[in-house]
Structures are given as C-alpha cells and as structure tokens.
C-alpha cells in the first residue's frame, strides 16, 4: 500500500509536528511494515514543464514502428518562447493535449539525461514524458495527460503533478486489509501519535427508498449488503482534476477517466471497493447469486472464463454481467459514452472472493480487499461518495431513489481478562490501559469486574479471540517496551538414546575423514535414470509431492545417493577431487496408495482418525550414506598416495557399526548404482541393511565424477535398533600366540564367510583374525585361490601352551574344511 503522506495528514490533525520519517517509524511499530519512503520526483533535476501539443504528425518507420513528430508550446521556458519540436513514440494524445515535457540539461531517474538529439530524421528537444519515465509508476503505454485545468505552457510540472511529496510504502499482512485504505492508515497514524482522525465515512447518507434501481440477493451469505445509486447527465469527456489523478498516480494506480478514476480513489480513500454500470447498458433488475454450471462470462479484462457454482456473479435481464467482488463484465462497462451510471458498493463474502480469485487466477485492487475482509458498514457512505464526486467534476445529477438490501453481519464480541495482556506480554499494563487502548483501536468495551467484553469493530474481522486483542493493545503500548527477560531452563536430561547414537556415528564418520552434507530430499525420474536403476527397482516407487519447489524434482527421495553424488559433483567441479563426504538422513518410502483423511480442526481427532491418519504416512527410515573419490592416503615426499577404492566403503560402514557396539558381514552382490563385480552387501544378523563398493562407470560419467569413485548407503535405523553401549578393549598382560595359516578353497567362496568361520572355529581364545594376502595361479588350480590369514590367540589369565594354540588351530581349520572343502596349503 503507498499512502501520499499529504493525504494522511488530511485525515489526521497531530498534536505535533511529525516528519516522514517518524511517521513511518511508528506505523512499522504499530505493525505495517515499512517497504519504502520514496518522494516523487526526488531524482529529476532541470526544467520539467507544462506543455501544449500543438501539432502530430504520425511517421510511419521502415521497422514497422509509427512516430508522432510533434511541436509542443512549452511557453518561455526554453528561453526562446518558440514551440519545441519533440519526437514521440507514445499515440494516447492529441493536438490541444497538455502533457509533460522534460527539456534538454534535465536528469530522469536511472541518470537518464535529456539533450536535444538526432532521431528519425528529426532533431528531438526533449521529451514528453510518461509515469513510468518520471519514476511514478510501472505504465510505460503512453504518456500522462494532464487535465485541461492543470496550468498553463511553461508552468513548472513538479507543483502540477505534486511530485516532491513523501509517500510511505508498506507491506500490508493478509489479516490487515483496513490497512489497504488512507483511512485505516490515517487511523493508525492517529492511534500511534494520538492525534484526532476524521473518518472519511462519517456522513450523511440519504435513507432507502423504493425508487432506487431494483436489486435482488439470492445469496445473502455471499453478499450481506448491497447498495446501488444513480447519477444521470454525467459528462463523459470530464476531465479527472489534477489533484485526483496526481493521488491516483502517487497511490500507485493509473488515472484513466473520471468515473474510473472516483471510484478507485473512493476505494483509496475508504478500503471500500466500488464498480460501476453504464446504465444505459443495463437491462432490468439486478440479480445477485451463484453462478450455475456452465455459464460463461467476459470480463473487464477480454478474458472469457468458464464459471464455478461456488462463484458469486451480478446478472440482469440479459444474463451475467459481472463476477462479484472481483470484476465487472466487458458488456455493461462504463465507457466515453456514457452518460447515467449506476454506482454499486456491495460487501462480498471473503472466502467465496479469495477462491474466486484463485480458481480464476484473477487479481484485481477489489478483489484484493474483498478477500481480506471489508468494513461491511460503509457502503452507504463510500457510494455516497463516490455520487458527489460524479456529480461536483462530472457535471451529473444524483437520482433521488437509493437501494439499500440486506443488512451488515453482526458484530462478533470477545471476552477477556483484564490483566491478559499483562500476563502475556510481561509489561505492567493495567485494566484502564487495556480499555484504553482497545477503544482507541475501535472496540466498545464493557467492564465486568475482572473480565472485559469488547465488540470488535466492523473494519476489523482479523479480531477473533481474547489474544488478537491482547496484540492490539501490545502493539499500541509498543513492542520494544516488552521486557528481555531470559527464561530458567528446566534442568535437562541430556541427549535421547538416539540423539547420542547419531552423534556418536558423525563423529565417527569425521574422525575417519569424512564431511557431513545436507542436501534437498527431491528427486527426479532424471537423476534416477543416472542411477542405473532399472523400471521395476523399489527404489523408483516415490511419493509425488503436490506443489514442488521443482517440477524437475517432483518427488520425495528413496535414496540419499543422488543428492550425495550431485553434492560430490558441485566439488569435483570446483577444483575439489580428493573428497571424503556422508549425509545422515530420512528417505520417504510409500507405503500403499492410502489418501490422507482431511481431518476437523475444530476438535482434537478420535482414536480412528489418528490410526487412519497413521496408516497414510509413509515410512522415513533414517538412512546413512558415504561417497569418496580421488585419494584417499595422500602422496607426498613420503611416497605415492593411495586412492579411494571399494573397501573404503565398506570401511566406512564397519567403523560406524564398531561405534554401535556392532558387528557386520559383508558379501558380494549386485545392485546399482555400483560396479557388479566390486559391490558388497552388508549384513546384520538376518538384516540386508545396505550396500557398499565401487560406483559403476557409467554412474560416475552420469554425475561428473572421476572414474572409481566409492560410496555406500545403509539403513541406520536397523543399527541403531541393535546398537549397544560401547565396550572398551580388554588388555591382558599375557604373551600373544601368532598363527598363520593358507587355506585353498573355491574362488566363490567370500572372504566374510571363511573369516567368521575360522573365528568360529578356533573358539574364544581367538583374539583377531585378519587376511593378509590372496594368491591364485597354477599351484593351487583353476577355479581356486590361496587366502592366507593371520592368527592371533591370546588368554586373559595365563600364557597359552603350544597345545591349546595347535588345538585353536586345528579346530579352526578343520571346520573350514567342513563348511567350505578349504585344504590347508603348506
């Protein structure tokens, strides 16, 4: 909303002077939040005058465009009392026009400097200016037109069109639509400094009668009030009186002719939005309701819409003329021609014009304030306004009939206590401030002991229960009076179980050299598809979210690995290879094709609702992934480096599990994104919980990554399930017995499964078992390989003889002879 502080200070007689600048300081106190102080034309300088077109001649251009060489009487202020020859582009005026012109040594806004120069063919000294080029608005289509009382050639144009005034520009919330108007603003500057407001609303209006021009409501819940006045003999050639359009244009808006010009200032002015007929047009009474299936209706905009039976719509005798609240229809729309118009001010139900407005993505200055609420009281005085007006600049008669229906909702009440606002907001603010300050806001107030009744007043619907009014009377006392006092915390219990696990497994993670992300839980079909996951992967099977931020990613993620990789990428990019990373987070898996019950908010849900609400969630496992590319060992003068390969990954996942007190196995397997014959499946007891290994090729080309880079991705929340408390290691001060053993067994036998059965073997005098070297060639056959493994045995009491390690050994081997046909090489 900008609001010509002029215009304010016509309403509102301070007990002081107050600059811009306090001004706005305090209705951003008050809660309209301050967008701008701009004063019109602050940044032109040089001659900027009245002048009279005298002569257009239309230049048609060889690229299709049409110039007017014009000369415009700019009286003595270029100093040779000459008329001055100006090139324009614009074709909205005519010879006998008074326009603004801006002469050459004048600086424009963007130190856009003006001089006489060369241009199709004419030398073109200066320019005739549009709102757009004088910083006053967004209207490039044609230049301004000053009325024909505006002045006279060579008159200085800044006092004619008020520029070097100060206008405020605030951001108005949704529940303050009072604010849309001078006079809520005026209000508010009135209740900030306690000046006296003088409501533009507050006058006489002639009563209802019968000779008014016959309305009738079908649907008085979507239109509560309705009221029509006519004014006959208007002249449609009047001009809009340079004060008027000088507001319009500061407020924002575009002057376009009279009629249309009183009604957006009467809505300016009041908040109260108005339409109106050419009667002349009209057939028959007006009829007010829901639109029926079908119909069809061409609005003010050439727009033909296609109409909702939610819709509120004006009809007549000939059919649809008008969507309620939102916009007039293109047949009965005031024009150069008419003469009698007919002046609707109705109050229009808020939610029926917000849907309205939405369904029909239809914006307008009326519907924006029909669907935030109006003050459903004025519309007797705002048409009332708008016929004097019409009458006093367009030379009309007003008709004697009014047509007052309906009557305005009833005002709702709200009880509180009187130390509320006290208690809520920390100040010391007693029961006579409170009544104070909610009457200055407009509230009637009624004292019951400790309990106040207020009738919130009708311009403000956002005043629903006890704490808007306690807002209200913090918002006069001020904001920055309320105390800053630091709470006493409640003694805390620490960290969850599970918040110390997850912090345990970060750390982890960081100790190993690894750096946490956190990346959007979006995905594509796209990054998908990079994947390599084929069509009937799980993993494919995603939740569509309603309005994505993306549409390229409309979906929830069943993996953390694109947005890793995406992230890996965004580095490797940069100049960063050598790169170690891991996010921790929730994926969205669907669990079926159950729809969420829209639940009542009026009451808490029942045992049933919840369950159904429940079964509608989909599962969020906490997942865990890793990705590493580049070297992982550094080179250096030391020697070369190491880079990152599959069993990083799988290192990467054990140490996490060796921080949950846990053991996992690995084993090959095959699954995208990774390398088929380099992927490991991890395994917790029965549970699959992940994968880990070599990216395939393609993936990485798909990504932009170097070639072998590692990842993998696990189920968190099934280690964190299992996870126990940490164990220290047991030290035993006992000598180490050292065994190494090679066994020769089938090239399909894994690694992880021979490992657990040698420690299953030789029992619990086993203190570690590590692989330390893989052979394959002629000596131990086709199809076989030599896996050697280092033994160590150890007991916590004694030191071990050479028969209880021949026995450990022995069992050991013996058993994967057994499970694997392993032959003990020599």
């Not at 008709?399 to 709702?412: H, I, Q």
């Amino acid at each position: 909303m900008r609001a010509p502080v002029s215009w304010i200070r016509e309403l509102v007689e301070l007990p002081e002077p107050v600059s811009t600048e306090q001004m706005a300081a305090r209705l951003t106190m008050l809660g309209l939040k301050l967008e701008a102080l701009e004063q019109g034309g602050a940044d032109i300088t040089g001659p900027l005058v009245v002048g009279r077109v005298l002569t257009m001649e239309p230049e048609p251009q060889k690229n299709g465009k049409t110039i007017n060489w014009c000369t415009v009487d700019v009286g003595d202020a270029n100093g040779t009392g000459e008329p001055q020859g100006i090139v324009c582009g614009a074709h909205n005026f005519a010879p006998g026009d008074l326009v603004v012109v801006v002469l050459p040594g004048a600086v424009l806004p963007g130190d856009f400097a003006i001089s006489a120069r060369k241009t199709y063919g004419h030398v073109s000294a200066g320019m005739i200016c549009s709102a757009a080029e004088l910083g006053l608005g967004d209207d490039h289509d044609g230049i301004i037109v000053l009325p024909a009382d505006a002045g006279e050639p060579g008159d200085d144009a800044f006092d004619v069109l008020h520029l070097r005034e100060d206008v405020i520009e605030m951001e108005i919330n949704p529940d303050r639509a009072y604010a849309l108007s001078l006079r809520g603003v005026a209000r508010e500057v009135a209740l900030g400094f306690g000046g006296s407001f003088t409501d533009p609303t507050d006058r006489d209006v002639p009563a209802a009668d019968d000779a008014g021009y016959p309305v009738r409501v079908e649907d008085p819940e979507g239109c509560p009030v309705f009221v029509a006045r006519t004014v006959s003999g208007f002249d449609p050639a009047a001009p809009t009186p340079s004060w008027m359009a000088s507001r319009i244009r500061l407020a924002g808006m575009r002057p376009i002719s009279l009629a249309v010009d009183v009604t957006n200032y009467v809505m300016l002015e009041t908040g109260r939005p108005i339409h109106g007929y050419d009667l002349d047009r009209l057939q028959g009474p007006l009829v007010v309701r829901r639109a029926r299936a079908g119909e069809r209706l061409t609005t003010l905009d050439g727009t033909k819409r296609t109409l909702s039976t939610e819709d509120l719509v004006v009809t007549d005798d000939s059919g649809l003329i008008g969507l309620g609240g939102v916009m007039g229809g293109e047949t009965t729309e005031m024009s150069a021609t008419t003469t009698r118009v007919l002046v609707e001010a109705a109050h229009w139900d808020a939610t029926t014009m917000f849907r309205t407005g939405r369904r029909h993505k239809l914006t307008s200055e009326a519907g924006k304030r029909n669907e935030r609420g109006v003050d459903p009281t004025i519309c007797e005085a705002a048409a009332d306004r708008v016929v004097e007006l019409l009458t006093t600049y367009g030379g009309g008669t007003a008709e004697p009939g009014v047509t007052v229906v309906g009557t305005p909702p009833a005002r709702p009440t709200v009880t509180l206590p009187a130390d509320l606002p006290a208690r809520i907001t920390g100040m010391p603010i007693d029961a006579a401030t409170t009544v104070a300050h909610l009457r200055a806001v407009g509230c009637e107030v009624t004292e019951d002991g400790p309990t106040l009744s207020a009738v919130v007043p009708p311009w403000r619907p956002d005043l629903a229960d006890p704490f808007d009014l306690v807002e209200e009377v913090a918002r006069i006392v001020g904001y920055d009076r309320v105390p800053s006092v630091l709470p006493t915390p409640p003694s805390g219990r620490g960290l969850t179980p599970s918040q110390s696990l997850r912090r345990r497994v970060g750390r982890t993670l960081a100790g190993e050299g690894y750096v946490e992300v956190v990346s959007f839980p979006f995905v594509g079909t796209a990054e998908l598809d990079r994947l390599g996951l084929d069509a009937d992967d799980p993993r494919r099977a995603s939740m569509r979210i309603a309005n994505p931020i993306s549409s390229e990613q409309p979906f929830m993620t069943t993996t953390l690995l694109p947005g890793l990789l995406e992230a890996a990428a965004r580095n490797v990019g940069r100049g960063q290879s050598d790169l170690a990373l891991f996010e921790a987070a929730t994926v969205t898996l669907p669990r079926g094709a159950v729809a969420a019950p829209i639940l009542s908010v009026d009451r808490r849900p029942t045992e049933g609702e919840w369950d159904d609400l429940q079964k509608a969630l989909p599962e969020q496992p906490l997942h865990l992934a890793v990705v590493a590319t580049g070297e992982r060992e550094r080179g250096g003068w030391w020697g070369a480096g190491r880079p990152a390969q599959w069993s990083d990954a799988v290192a990467a996942v054990r140490s996490v599990a060796r921080a949950l007190g846990l053991d996992v196995d690995v084993r090959a397997a095959a699954r995208a994104p990774w390398h088929p014959g380099r992927c490991a499946e991890i395994v917790l007891g029965e549970h699959v919980v992940g994968h880990a290994g070599e990216l395939h090729p393609n993936v990485c080309k798909a990504f932009g990554l170097p070639d072998r880079a590692v990842a993998a991705e696990i189920d968190l929340d099934v280690l964190l399930q299992h996870a126990t408390a940490p164990r220290g290691p047991v030290f035993s001060s006992f000598p180490v017995a050292k065994v190494d053993i090679a066994l020769v067994v089938p090239d399909e036998v894994s690694v992880a499964a021979l490992t657990a059965t040698l420690r299953e073997g030789a029992g619990e005098l086993l203190e570690s078992v590590r692989l330390f070297d893989v052979y394959t060639g002629e000596q131990v056959g086709e199809g076989r390989r030599s896996l050697a493994f280092a033994l160590r045995l150890r007991a916590p009491d004694r030191t071990l003889t050479d028969e209880e390690v021949k026995a450990a050994r022995d069992a050991a081997v013996a058993l994967a002879a057994e499970r694997h046909g392993a032959t003990q090489r020599a």
